[in-house]
């Protein structure tokens, strides 16, 4: 059973840092992209970062560049994603995406960017930012 988890959420200040991880069993995505995605309360999900399978490419969306850093270590299975400076409004459930049906390819950044896209899915990892 393919299984990806989510660790490293909790409370933090506003300026404060966090690194999420997300680690998969079952099988490895080291052929795949890999993404972060989050969901405010009371929100829809929504992109925040996405890597190639070869970290040639990352995309971010805006209101997180330079202050975030996904990263991914192939050799563990697992990809991080550096949260610095943080803020209220980055309060969110935060969840791991693998997989975009395109292995060994590079990733666009409309197929990063659509939540359609991703094959499998963690259950998420809570992050409150407190001002």
């Known amino acids: 059973q393919v299984q990806l988890v989510e660790s490293g959420g909790g409370l933090v200040q506003a300026g404060g840092s966090l690194r999420l991880s997300c680690a998969a069993s079952?099988?490895?995505?080291?052929?795949?992209?890999m993404g972060w995605f989050r969901q405010p309360p009371g929100k829809e999900r929504e992109f925040v970062a996405a890597?190639?399978?070869?970290?040639?490419?990352?995309y971010y969306t805006d209101s997180v560049k330079g202050r975030f850093i996904i990263s991914r270590d192939n050799a563990k299975n697992t990809k991080y994603l550096q949260m610095n400076s943080l803020k209220p409004e980055d309060t969110a459930a935060y969840f791991c995406?693998?997989?975009?049906?395109?292995?060994?390819?590079?990733?666009?950044?409309?197929?990063?960017?659509?939540?359609?896209?991703?094959?499998?899915w963690g259950q998420g990892t809570q992050v409150t930012v407190s001002s």
């Open positions: 890597i190639s399978w070869n970290s040639a490419r990352t």
């Open positions: 995406a693998a997989d975009v049906g395109r292995p060994y390819r590079d990733l666009s950044l409309q197929v990063a960017t659509t939540t359609q896209s991703w094959r499998s």
């Open positions: 079952g099988r490895t995505f080291n052929s795949d992209a």
